[in-house]
């Protein structure tokens, strides 16, 4: 008997089972990431392509390709939510020093800006230094009460180059940097000469969180 000749109705071996089940849970695991992925995709279709109100941002700089930080490590507490990162160093952010504190105020009111979605946005500042963060900010900057997460760089040199080697990349390294939920930078927005304008700001983020109804991975 030919093998096109096989009648339907008998039973498949239990190769022939095995192979089927194989091919449906791998047809199911492509749609569930397609899911898990959709909202951070629809996100970036609107920015990139549909390019909504005149096509362009308000004020942040799109990064593209997007630029995957470099460390599992520190990219592992930023995955989940829509990421405001600066990396400034304790010795230089401190009470006094407006050009730095500045920013720090600057990016805990674009997150109360948003409201009811701010709990979908999450603020990091990458301490650069060994230095004692002054105490003042971060009482003033807790989690707590702004929304702010402390990081240090790594101890281990080869994994610090790479983050300062990713800092710089496109001389982006005093930036305010946007990560998505996934952990990639896709924004960026200067703060030389001038810290960005809040009301620009505000207003990417809103679009950013309007296209990505849930702001989180899974």
């Given amino acids: 008997m030919q093998k096109d000749d096989l009648d339907p109705l008998i039973p498949a071996t239990g190769g022939q089972r095995i192979d089927a089940a194989t091919k449906r849970g791998r047809l199911q695991m492509i749609l569930l990431l397609l899911v898990c992925a959709a909202p951070v995709l629809a996100s970036y279709f609107t920015f990139y392509v ?13 990064v593209s390709p997007v630029q995957t930080m470099p460390l599992d490590g520190l990219d592992a507490q930023i995955q989940g939510k829509w990421t405001l990162l600066l990396a400034r160093p304790a010795s230089e952010c401190k009470v ?8 720090l105020y600057l990016m805990r009111q674009v997150r109360v800006a948003m409201g009811k979605e701010s709990q ?8 650069t230094d060994g230095e004692v963060i002054d105490p003042e900010l971060q009482k003033a900057y807790d989690k707590e009460v702004a929304g702010f997460t402390f990081i240090r760089m790594p101890k281990d040199q080869a994994q ?11 001389n982006a390294e005093t930036a305010i940097h946007l990560m998505d939920p996934h952990g990639d930078r896709m924004m960026r927005f200067a703060t030389n000469p001038n810290a960005p304008d809040f009301k620009k700001m505000s207003k990417d983020m809103e679009k950013l969180l309007k296209w990505n109804p849930t702001g989180k991975v899974n």
Avoid: F
Avoid at 50 to 62: D, E, S
Avoid at 96 to 103: F, I, K, R, W
């Fill in 50 to 62: 549909i390019k909504p109100q005149g096509g362009k941002t308000n004020i942040g700089q799109l």
């Fill in 96 to 103: 006094g020093n407006d050009a730095c504190v500045s920013l």
């Fill in 120 to 127: 979908r946005m999450q603020l990091i500042w990458l301490v």
């Fill in 160 to 170: 610090k180059q790479k983050l300062q080697q990713w800092l710089k990349l496109d």
